[in-house]
Each structure stands twice: as C-alpha cells, then as structure tokens.
C-alpha cells in the first residue's frame, strides 16, 4: 500500500494534492521545540524538499519539549541531527541541514530557493527578519511562538499582511524559553498546528491560512483565533540587518556598555547608553544603525528618537548575527 494513502484518500488531497507536497521546498528555521513536531509531520507527508537551519546544539535542559533528540544526541548539532532523524521516517524526501544560524546576510539567497517559509526560531528578530524578506518576495511565511503556557501560530505574508501588520509594536521584553520558561505540550500543541497550516497553505485549501492567526492558553485550556486579511502594514518599520552591512557611511551606535559587551557590535560604532543618546545625537541625511543583544533595546530606542532622525534608522541584534 501507497505509504500515503491515509491523506491522499481524502477528497482534500488526493494524488493531485499530494503531488504538490511531493514538489513543495520548505525552510524550517530553527531544529528545536517547535520543530520537533513540524519536522516529522512535513516528513512523513511526503514534502518532497526540506531545509533545516540552526546553529545551536542540542542540550539536556531543553529535551523536555525537543522531543526529536535524546538523551544519546546531547552535544550534538541540532540541524544535522534532525535531518538524521526525518530520513529514518522517510527516505523518499530531501532534505538539506545547515549548521548554522540564519542572519540578514544568508535570509536571502536561502528564500530565494524555497516555496514556503516556517519560523521556528524562538527569537523574535529572526521573526520580524523573516516577515520583512517574506513580504518582499511573496513567500508564504508560518510563524510560531510559545513562552510558558501559551504561545500562537499565524500565517503570513504572500496573499496577507505581515507579521508587522499584526504586531507592530516592539514586544514587552526580550524574554523567551530559556529565560521564562515553557511547558512541553504548549510547544507540542503549536508546533503540531503550524504543520497543519503549513500543509494547509502547499494544498491551497480554503479558508487559507495565510491570514489567519491562532492562540493558545494552556493554563486555562483555551483557544482563540481571527483574521487579519485587511490588517494594515504599519507607516514606519525598524528592519534588522547584520552588522556587516553596515558601511561607512552609516552612523552607528552599539547601545550596550563595555561591561556587556566588551567588543562593540561594529568597529566603526559609537558607544551610547539609550537613555543619553538623544542629547549626544546631531541628527544628519544618513542611516543610523542602534545595536543592541536582542534587538529589544535598538527598537525601543528607535521609536524615541524617530522624531529627531531625518533618515532611515536600523536594527543590528547581536544574538542574531
């Protein structure tokens, strides 16, 4: 028996719908939690090409909801071990491991060969990068998040507004799984909905999930969702790019002390705290670039000096370079 006959006999699928897994080329960011669903789901649906992205290794403390790894994969690479584990499921599939983390310098040219985007990335400057890129090229983008009990899954850009459109301001903190902490079955729960979607979105099935937004409290065991088709992309966007495409013609400020991060972001970059950098800024015709470690503080300081700033004004996330 056909090894996808369970889906291909829904009228939903069928051999034409499965002919279109079969040809569809996915970029799954980030191996850990919420890809410990997705990736095995894709598989075994028969998505003809995976690429998984992730620099990080696997690590004891995070086996309670990356449960594609075991105890035995501890130290290992997170993007090569998960591409071992999905050929076991399916070897009729490609898929493409690459051990490192995605940055503005390789986004691009790694959209440029994909038909849909996954961001699994648990950090919300690739997020907004991905949105940005995604946006531009029309590229189906699902995105996920979780933090302790609750977390949402949306699909976004191509045929819908961005991820900007929906949440355009800077987020409350740059907190995340390994500082706030999460249960495993959260991340369960929307990893296994982000596949759905996902497959929803290559299947051109209606109501499309591009557009669509789902929420999840687990605390309280409820679920929430809406659409936001004519949501709109916000005036004014902070895109993050790397610190090496900063030139020399940029005025840039690393905002973290030497105490934090003894090497500034860029050689060329000022150091100023952000509560000192409106009074110490002489506004000029160029792009000024704010540095930080998460992002969080560049943001939060753009939107205070926008006013002042004539030009564009951009973000550099040095955890995320």
């Not at 009990?149 to 799984?177: D, I, M, Q």
């Not at 105490?259 to 000029?284: S, V």
């Amino acid at each position: 028996m056909n090894r996808y006959a369970r889906q291909t006999i829904l009228p939903e699928v069928g051999e034409t719908g499965q002919a279109k897994l079969s040809a569809a080329k996915i970029l799954v960011v980030g191996a850990g939690g919420l890809a410990a669903p997705v990736l095995p789901l894709l598989a075994t649906a028969g998505i003809g090409q995976i690429t998984i992205i992730d620099g990080d290794f696997i690590d004891l403390s995070n086996l309670h909801r990356q449960t594609l790894f075991g105890e035995r994969d501890c130290g290992r690479l997170k993007a090569e071990t998960a591409a071992a584990r999905l050929m076991e499921r399916n070897s009729g599939i490609t898929v493409h491991a690459l051990s490192t983390r995605l940055t503005p310098d390789n986004a691009l040219g790694l959209l440029a060969e994909v038909d849909l985007v996954l961001d699994c990335a648990d950090n919300y400057a690739v997020s907004y990068l991905l949105s940005d890129l995604c946006l531009e090229a029309q590229i189906p983008l699902i995105s996920a998040s979780v933090l302790a009990f609750g977390g949402y899954v949306g699909g976004f850009c191509a045929k819908a507004p961005s991820l900007r459109a929906v949440f355009p301001e800077a987020p409350e903190s740059a907190a995340n799984c390994a500082t706030a902490g999460v249960l495993g079955p959260v991340v369960g729960v929307i990893g296994a909905m982000q596949a759905q979607m996902a497959l929803n979105t290559i299947l051109q099935l209606e109501p499309s999930p591009l557009g669509h937004l789902f929420q999840l409290d687990a605390r309280t065991m409820r679920a929430s969702s809406f659409r936001f088709d004519d949501a709109s992309e916000p005036a004014t966007a902070f895109r993050f790019v790397s610190a090496a495409a900063l030139t020399a013609t940029d005025t840039i400020i690393d905002l973290r002390s030497v105490e934090e991060a003894p090497k500034p972001a860029h050689p060329k970059a000022l150091r100023i705290l952000p509560q000192d950098l409106a009074k110490n800024l002489t506004p000029k015709n160029q792009r000024l670039a704010l540095c930080c470690q998460t992002g969080l503080r560049a943001w939060r300081t753009a939107e205070n000096i926008q006013s002042i700033w004539p030009d564009e004004i951009v973000l550099v996330a040095a955890s995320a370079s």
